[in-house]
C-alpha cells in the first residue's frame, strides 16, 4: 500500500472549517483515498472515499489533486465533537492484497 | 440496535491464560475483521474473513485463531496470553470485501498481568 504523510494535530475554531491536508505522492492508479476518524475511546468511522474526483457527503468534502498526489478533507464547519483523530489512507478497493493501513493520522482539536 | 458488537469491552487476565472476544454484525455484510490497536495508537490489521473463508492474515503468532462459524460472526481466540498482548482489539465488517466503508466496532481493551 502506498504510504501517507499527514501533519500530526491542527487546531480549529468551532464553526470554522477544517482542512486537512495528506499527501500520498506514490499512489497507484487503482488505489483510492480513504478518510477515517477515530474519536477518544470508540472504533474508527468511516467519513469519505474517493479516486480523482472530489467528493462531498453529509459529514465531508474530499478534494483531491489532479495529479493526485495530495488530497485535503474539509469538514465545513467544525465542532466540538469533530475532535479526533484522523487517517488518510490510500488502497486498493477490493482485492486480497487490499487492506487498510492505518498510520499515525492527524490530531484535530476543535476548540470553543 | 448496535452495527457490530463485541463482548467484552475489557478483559483483564493474568499472563499464560486463554481467551476469546465475540464479535457479531447484524449489517448483513459478508466480510469481517480483526484490527489491534497498541499502546501507541497504531491501528494494524489481523485478519479479515469473506463469506466464513480467511482471506487476510498478517504476520500474527499462531496463538491467535479466528472463527468465523457464520458471516455474522468473528471471534477471536488467543492462548498463552502474552504482556504484549496488552491492545485494544476492533471487530470491523464491510459489504463485498470492498474497503468502501468499513464498521467497526467499540473495541475490547485487553490487558494482560
Known amino acids: 500500500d502506498a504510504k501517507t504523510t499527514q501533519p500530526p494535530s491542527m487546531d480549529c475554531a468551532e464553526g470554522r472549517a477544517a482542512n486537512l491536508p495528506c499527501n500520498h505522492s506514490?499512489?497507484?492508479?487503482?488505489?483510492?483515498v480513504y478518510w477515517y476518524r477515530q474519536i477518544h475511546s470508540q472504533g474508527p468511522q468511516y467519513i469519505i472515499h474517493?479516486?480523482?474526483n472530489n467528493e462531498t457527503n453529509e459529514m465531508a468534502s474530499l478534494i483531491i489533486t489532479e495529479d493526485r498526489k495530495s488530497s485535503t478533507l474539509i469538514l465545513p464547519h467544525a465542532t466540538l465533537r469533530d475532535t479526533a483523530v484522523y487517517y488518510c489512507i490510500v488502497s486498493p478497493l477490493r482485492g486480497t492484497a487490499s487492506k487498510l493501513t492505518f498510520g499515525t493520522g492527524t490530531r484535530l482539536q476543535v476548540t470553543l | 440496535d448496535t452495527a457490530v458488537s463485541q463482548t467484552p469491552k475489557y478483559l483483564v487476565t493474568q499472563m499464560g491464560n486463554d481467551k476469546s472476544i465475540k464479535c457479531e454484525q447484524n449489517?448483513?455484510?459478508?466480510?469481517m475483521y480483526w484490527y489491534k490497536q497498541d499502546s501507541k495508537k497504531f491501528l494494524k490489521i489481523m485478519f479479515s474473513?469473506?463469506?466464513?473463508?480467511?482471506?487476510i492474515n498478517e504476520t500474527v503468532p499462531n496463538r491467535f485463531s479466528p472463527k468465523s462459524p457464520d458471516k455474522a460472526h468473528l471471534n477471536l481466540h488467543i492462548n498463552s496470553l502474552e504482556l504484549g498482548d496488552s491492545a485494544v482489539y476492533f471487530c470491523?465488517?464491510?459489504?463485498?470485501?470492498?474497503?468502501?466503508?468499513?464498521?467497526f466496532g467499540s473495541g475490547t481493551q485487553l490487558s494482560v498481568l
Open positions: 474473513y469473506n463469506n466464513k473463508e480467511l482471506i
Open positions: 506514490t499512489i497507484s492508479g487503482n488505489e483510492y
Open positions: 470491523a465488517s464491510s459489504r463485498g470485501g470492498s474497503n468502501e466503508k468499513l464498521f
Open positions: 474517493g479516486l480523482k
Open positions: 449489517l448483513g455484510h459478508d466480510t
